[in-house]
Each structure stands twice: as C-alpha cells, then as structure tokens.
C-alpha cells in the first residue's frame, strides 16, 4: 500500500505562484507514475500533470501547459507541482496519485493510490 499525502494548498490571488508538495508512504515511489489531479464544485475530476520516472517524461493539460511543472524527489519519496501564473479558474482541490505502471496516465480512474487533496484558492 501506498499512502500519499498533499501540502502546500492555500489562498493566493491571480499571478501567484504556489508549489504543491506529495508525500508518499508504504513503499518507494521511484518507479511509480505520479500525477496530479484537481476538482472543482460541481465539476469532474480533472488531469493536471503526470511524470514517469523522470523530468524527462512529463505530461500536462492543455489548461496547464507553460504554468506548472511536475517534479520529483526520490531521495525523499516526493513529488511537486509548481504552478505559476495562477488563474481563478485554478481553484480546485488538487489531488495526488499513484500507480505501479510506467506509462503516462491521464485519467483518475487508472491510478490506484490517492491523497485526500488540498484547496487552492485563487482570487481575482
């Protein structure tokens, strides 16, 4: 079992910046394909970033693309989303996932470990 916890959420206004922080537990997510997801009221689950083993192999949303980047730290079992420029239509609570396989994934129901997200706010 993985466990994946998010920090890092918060209020900011439009143009801000804020770095998103997941820390995984149970096992070593080196080889895990991480990604980032985020929901709005109202609204479906939607893909935010993925990374396969490396910065080398990243993946965004159209939305995002240009404004946040994915990372990770395998030293310390984490992963980060440094999102620039933020936008009201930002606002969200964003997810973090998990999965064993080593192939981009873009949709939530292909990862099988989960946080329990954090709000990101931004105000116009």
């Known amino acids: 079992q993985v466990q994946l916890v998010e920090s890092g959420g918060g209020l900011v206004q439009a143009g801000d910046s804020l770095r998103l922080s997941c820390t995984a537990s149970g096992r070593t997510i080196s080889s895990y394909t991480m990604g980032w997801f985020r929901q709005a009221p109202g609204r479906e689950r939607e893909f935010v970033a993925a990374?396969?083993?490396?910065?080398?192999?990243?993946y965004y949303s159209d939305s995002v693309k240009g404004r946040f980047t994915i990372s990770r730290d395998n030293t310390k079992n984490m992963v980060h989303l440094q999102m620039n420029s933020l936008k009201p239509e930002d606002t969200a609570v964003y997810y973090c996932?998990?999965?064993?396989?080593?192939?981009?994934?873009?949709?939530?129901?292909?990862?099988?470990?989960w946080g329990q997200g954090t709000q990101v706010t931004v105000s116009s």
């Open positions: 990374i396969v083993w490396s910065a080398g192999h990243t």
């Open positions: 996932a998990a999965d064993p396989r080593v192939i981009p994934l873009r949709s939530a129901h292909e990862y099988d470990y």
